[in-house]
């Protein structure tokens, strides 16, 4: 094991969006300097970071000269290009290693790397002329899923075909991308593990979560997830084992479909905290921010015990449609908790914060979070 970054180091953030100012907070209590790089300039890392950088990705002199006045690099965005984190590890480690984000960038490269290793999944095949995508159909069968390869998330960049005839415009609408095309799993929930892996392999999870979506977009999480127990253990095992083929080191996030007969399929990974496991910022002895700061330093994971049973709304940008939200009435229950990113323009579907509530059951979390969120178009 490497030595650990202590505490007045300075850790360095590729990207300067909510998942990094959240671990910039966590960062900062525990004594940390954080510096953050990213395109963009007054961004939520930021304006809690000790530094911003405000250069384009491919920046490799800009890289360069940021990777030198860290002493650890990690990514609260993982759609940075392989250039860049090979620029930074030349100076500074960079943790999750260069190749995992590589993997986890585009789907194929993902979804081959995990039926490589046998973990559960939809059937999905390559598409790179309409000839793949019409030889793909027949053999997984209507309806299918079909996604551009990289570069997606939040379901941008997807087709649901549920009928021949809707082959063609949807293959046109890749506009020449590689796309992967999936079955469409009829599943009964979508739930997620975020965990944490330390550097001598050791490993901590949230249990799992329970996640709606609506438009494609994470809406309300809740933990623990109304999931039986054994469903519960084989979720986390996968999630586990996961990291263990990638030897991960921080927080990650493996998302899965789960099937009314218990079946998991993992849909996704992410290769950093995620927004199923904010709801951790509030309710746990260690957040899943804490766990990556600890994790790429070289600290000892911390408890990932849940003081009670919690739940997180989003704060999407259509929530100041009608204006300022009203806070106050948000706030009236003292148990509400808000957290506002520092974005200064909520366009719809935007992550502009979220709240987060605890309670003696998940279900009771969910409607204070619900309750509160609706509150906030009341004038
Ligand atoms: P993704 O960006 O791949 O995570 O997809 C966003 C959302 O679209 C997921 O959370 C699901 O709600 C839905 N979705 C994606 N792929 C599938 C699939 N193969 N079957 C059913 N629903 C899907």
Redesign the pocket.
């Known amino acids: 094991m490497t030595k650990a970054i202590l505490p007045n180091s300075t850790i360095g953030i590729f990207g300067s969006g909510q998942l990094g100012r959240m671990a910039a907070i966590e960062a900062r209590k525990l004594g940390y300097r954080v510096h953050t790089f990213s395109p963009g300039r007054d961004t939520p890392t930021g304006q809690v970071a000790d530094a911003e950088t405000t250069a384009a990705y491919d920046d490799l002199f800009e890289v360069r000269t940021f990777a030198q006045t860290v002493d650890v690099v990690t990514f609260e965005f993982e759609n940075v290009p392989s250039a860049t984190i090979e620029a930074a590890a030349e100076f500074v480690p960079v943790y999750p290693r260069g190749e995992i984000l590589h993997t986890t960038q585009n789907r194929l490269r993902e979804k081959t790397f995990l039926a490589k290793n046998g973990f559960p999944l939809?059937g999905f095949r390559r598409v790179r002329t309409v000839e793949d995508l019409f030889k793909g159909v027949e053999e997984l069968g209507l309806p299918v899923?079909l996604?551009t390869a990289g570069f997606?998330?939040?379901?941008k960049g997807?087709a649901k075909i549920t009928a021949n005839g809707e082959i063609e415009a949807a293959f046109d609408a890749l506009n020449g991308e590689e796309a992967v095309l999936?079955?469409?799993?009829a599943?009964e929930k979508?739930v997620s593990v975020v965990c944490v892996r330390g550097q001598a392999g050791e490993f901590a999870h949230y249990g799992v979560i329970e996640n709606d979506?609506a438009n494609?977009i994470l809406d309300v999480s809740f933990a623990p997830a109304a999931v039986e127990d054994a469903v519960a253990e084989h979720a986390i095992e996968i999630a586990r084992a996961i990291g263990e083929a990638f030897e991960y080191v921080g927080t990650y996030c493996v998302?899965f479909?789960l099937e009314g007969n218990g079946t998991l399929r993992v849909?996704?990974i992410a290769p950093r905290p995620h927004n199923s496991g904010h709801l951790t910022f509030d309710a746990c002895v260690t957040s899943q921010f804490e766990q990556q700061i600890r994790a790429v330093c070289g600290l000892p994971l911390g408890s990932p015990e849940y003081l009670r049973p919690a739940a997180m709304a989003n704060l999407l940008g259509d929530v100041w449609e009608a204006g300022e939200p009203n806070w106050a009435a948000a706030l009236e229950d003292p148990g509400i908790k808000l957290h506002l990113y520092g974005k200064s323009d909520p366009r719809p579907g935007r992550k502009m914060g979220h709240i987060a509530a605890l309670a003696d059951t998940p279900q009771r979390a969910v409607e204070l979070v619900r309750t509160a969120r609706r509150k906030l178009q009341h004038s």
């Open positions: 939809a899923v996604k997606g998330y939040d379901g997807q999936e079955q469409f799993v599943f979508e979506h494609h998302e479909f849909n996704e």
